[in-house]
């Protein structure tokens, strides 16, 4: 401790022990300290004071130690007038002179203890908190499996402790997290069986786990992701992950619904044409449809078929095959023939002999109908005036035609016989001069006669050809003429409307 001494003030001049000239002086050693204070009239005083010290009082905090966590620590002093501890919150009295705290952390504890006339001491203790060993694992195991821990069986995630006593005496906590491995969905897509097949499919499709992935089906020898050929029934799949970890699914194969389609042909219009058709119905939907096996069509319409017998390939949304027959018919054929092309004299006729099959059910249709005998017959007569190509038509009652067709050709002969002489001599033989026509004539438009040196003395119009009762009988004015030799100009009409001109000579004969 320090004492500190004044003299007090007004003084001219100080004198303290070991030599102070001041006012004021500390001490810190104990014994008898003199003063001699002068004023301003050469006056000294004198006085001395005894300076003892207490006996020792120190605080001794014992040494430094470290403890396990959670200990709990007594500190206590005696032989002081006062306590303070700090820090305060770490103990349970601050101001008493013995204390108790629990160590959670590593921590300083100061203690301040005094008495009463004022001397203090303090000290200070470091409690040093030993780390605890916490030691974790992480275990992880299959969902559905058990394992053991510390010696006791678990299903479920979660921490599992056990305490143990180290080397120092404090506590270590061994914590062993169990959790589960990632799931593993044994996911699963089945396809039915048609009917009366056995073309079932299953697909596993598993999600989750550790791949890669093993398979194992209740079918013997399968361990490929996807199972064929499945008659229906129930099957079982096991799917296995790196991790050793099972998901199992159970399933049914099952069968789809036979489906029906009402068919309904159309036959062909007529024989040959490629016009059939066929029509599908169905209450089944996503239904597709083939002629040949290979190339099908959603469309429920086949069009431009010709007769026949036909197969009917139908592949439904399940993939499910399907067949059924149908018939496209037509029409009888029919048959038309007409002779081959010929040839007619202008003015003759001939039965176009054509022929039909059936032919009591068709109708007949000629064209051009000139010179035809009927243009609703089989067989009509011609008489062409021209070279004409003649159509037949036959229709049956289904709209259906054939055709074929003949050429007559027309040889246009000028078939008019003129008499070279006669004889009017009134014996009924040869009397008259007069033209003679063959089929092809129409009319003698005019008949004229000339003498020797031209003068006109026969002129008749319109005679009809091949009639003997008509003509020159000889005479000229009612007069009959001598016998010799005459010109003639004829102009004859045939029956195609052509006009032709015939000179010559005549000898009249008596």
């Known amino acids: 401790g320090a004492v500190r001494l004044d003299a007090g003030p007004g003084f001219l001049s100080y004198q303290l022990q070991d030599c102070i000239t001041q006012q004021t002086s500390t001490s810190t050693a104990p014994g008898t300290y003199r003063l001699e204070p002068a004023h301003t009239c050469g006056g000294v005083h004198a006085d001395s004071i005894l300076i003892t010290v207490e006996p020792a009082t120190q605080v001794i905090l014992p040494a430094d130690t470290a403890v396990c966590p959670g200990s709990t620590l007594t500190y206590s002093l005696d032989g002081f007038d006062s306590y303070q501890w700090f820090p305060a919150a770490a103990v349970d009295c601050a101001d008493c002179p013995a204390v108790n ?48 821990v ?33 799931p593993i969905e044994a996911g699963l897509t089945t396809t039915e069986s048609c009917p009366g097949a056995e073309n079932g499919q299953a697909m596993a499709n598993p999600g989750g786990g550790l791949p890669p992935y093993q398979y194992f089906w209740s079918v013997p020898g399968e361990n490929a992701s996807t199972l064929d050929s499945l008659p229906p029934g129930s099957y079982q799949l ?19 619904d036979v489906f029906s389609v009402s068919l309904t042909p159309a036959d062909a219009s007529c024989f040959g ?13 996503g239904l597709q449809f083939s002629l040949d096996g290979a190339n099908y069509q959603p469309a429920p319409l086949f069009t431009g078929l010709e007769a026949g017998e036909y197969q009917l390939y139908i592949l439904s949304a399940n993939g499910c095959e399907g067949q ?33 099959v059936p032919a009591d059910s068709l ?18 007569v011609a ?7 003649y159509q037949l038509i036959a229709e049956d009652n289904f709209g259906c035609s ?3 067709g003949i050429e007559v050709r027309v040889n246009f002969e000028q078939k008019v016989y003129i008499p070279t002489a006669f004889s009017p001599n009134e014996d009924g033989r040869n009397d008259l001069f007069y033209l003679y026509g063959g089929a092809g004539v129409a009319n003698i438009l005019r008949l004229r006669v000339f003498g020797r040196w031209g003068e006109l003395i026969y002129d008749e119009q319109n005679l009809a050809p091949n009639q003997p009762g008509r003509g020159w009988d000889g005479t000229f004015r009612g007069r009959k003429l001598n016998p010799g030799v005459f010109v003639y100009v004829a102009e004859v009409e045939f029956i195609n409307g052509q006009v032709a001109v015939f000179k010559g000579e005549v000898n009249l004969v008596r």
Do not use: K
């Open 101 to 148: 705290l629990t160590i959670d952390t590593s921590i300083s504890i100061i203690v301040v203890a005094g008495t009463a006339i004022g001397c203090y001491s303090t000290d200070t203790v470091r409690i040093e908190r030993i780390p605890a060993i916490y030691t974790t694992d992480t275990l992880l195991f299959c969902i559905g499996d058990t394992v053991t």
């Open 150 to 182: 510390f010696g006791q069986p678990a299903s479920s995630p979660g921490d599992y402790e056990m305490a143990f006593t180290t080397a120092n005496g404090c506590d270590s906590i061994h914590t062993i997290t169990l959790a589960f491995f990632a």
């Open 238 to 256: 096991t799917v296995t992950d790196a991790n050793g970890c099972r998901a199992e699914v159970s399933f049914t194969i099952g069968e789809f």
């Open 273 to 285: 044409e490629a016009d059939g058709s066929l029509f599908i119905e169905s209450e089944e939907a």
């Open 324 to 356: 059924a027959s149908f018939r496209i018919g037509q029409p009888p054929e029919i048959i038309l023939r007409l002779p081959q092309d010929t040839s007619v004299n202008l003015g003759d006729s001939l039965l176009l002999r054509a022929q039909a």
């Open 363 to 380: 109708l007949f249709s000629w064209s051009p109908e000139e010179g035809l005998s009927c243009a609703d017959c089989l067989q009509p």
């Open 383 to 389: 008489s062409p005036l021209q070279t004409t190509v």
């Open 402 to 404: 054939a055709e074929d």
